[in-house]
């Protein structure tokens, strides 16, 4: 008979000031995209249409992300135990992926234009990437403070600052070819920003594939876990272990443990606890899983192949 526990939960509040931020930003991306496609055509600048590409993902990560921001509030039920709590870790996913492939394209679209460059006019470049850096600029400082604790916000931060940063490099670009006739910096520019994007994204694109694999997290030593609980006097043995990530506020922690003798219900849930205050506090594990055995024969290694 599994007996299971799980306390301690961190709650994160604050979700409603997330979504007005991410409204904003949205908006915001969506006007700066519209005259930067509509800059870059008139212009020819190639470099300004891949910044207004990566506006335009931007748009789509910050829908992505505040679609996933209010499924996140949406009740567990009987079909679906979590509710929607990975629906954040998925939107990362996807926009890191997109991010890459985006930027892929414009490597090829930028080694093309590199080898016959266009003259390009350059005024329109310099006011459009000027345009771009404000508004790039407000919405990082916008979503900077929720990106530090939330993988969701921390992709939609990234593809904005990365997007400021790429404005910056189009406005350089600008300048030199108004005064030096550079016209070759154009794709020049495309090209690093899309170096940065593959970067960026890939290392987003990890972070989320682990979770959403449910490999055990980095910080989560589980064998020096494994080691601490089989201290306990009552326990002769830790086997079976499970430790993963749901999102970002919760780890969990199952395990099948082993007793000395055949104790009692009352008796176990004390040692519960015990287990349980010293995972939380020592390793922010939030929920804890125990299934107790006496003199089962069953597999006991610490981690068992199923």
């Known amino acids: 008979m599994s007996h299971s526990n799980g306390h301690n939960h961190k709650h994160h509040h604050h979700n409603d000031l997330r979504g007005r931020n991410l409204i904003i930003s949205i908006f915001l991306n969506i006007a700066i995209t519209v005259a930067q496609v509509v800059g870059g055509l008139i212009s020819g600048s190639l470099s300004l249409l891949s910044d207004a590409l990566h506006n335009f993902s931007d748009v789509l990560s910050l829908i992505i992300s505040y679609i996933a921001n209010k499924l996140t509030k949406k009740k567990a039920s009987i079909k679906k135990t979590f509710g929607y709590k990975r629906a954040e870790i998925l939107a990362a996913f996807i926009n890191a992926t997109t991010l890459i492939v985006i930027a892929v394209l414009l490597i090829v679209e930028a080694i093309e234009r590199f080898q016959n460059p266009q003259a390009i006019e350059s005024n329109l470049v310099i006011w459009l990437s000027l345009i771009a850096i404000l508004g790039n600029g407000f919405s990082v400082l916008l979503l900077k403070k929720d990106s530090e604790a939330n993988m969701n916000m921390k992709s939609a931060y990234l593809h904005l600052i990365t997007d400021m940063m790429a404005s910056v490099a189009v406005l350089i670009g600008g300048l030199l070819m108004k005064y ?90 004390i040692i519960l606890h015990e287990i349980e205050d010293l995972v939380f506090n020592k390793y922010d594990i939030n929920h804890v899983n125990i299934q107790p055995e006496f003199g089962k024969d069953d597999a006991k290694e610490v981690i068992v192949q199923d």
């Open 180 to 269: 030096f006739q550079m016209f070759w910096v154009d794709s020049f520019l495309t090209f690093l920003i899309a170096l940065y994007l593959v970067w960026m994204g890939y290392d987003l694109l990890k972070n989320s594939i682990k979770v959403l694999m449910l490999f055990t997290p980095d910080s989560i030593p589980i064998q020096k876990i494994v080691d601490e609980i089989n201290m306990f006097e009552a326990i002769k043995n830790v086997h079976h272990v499970h430790v993963w990530q749901l999102n970002e506020e919760e780890i969990h922690l199952e395990a099948h443990i082993d007793f000395n003798n055949d104790i009692t219900l009352s008796e176990f849930d």
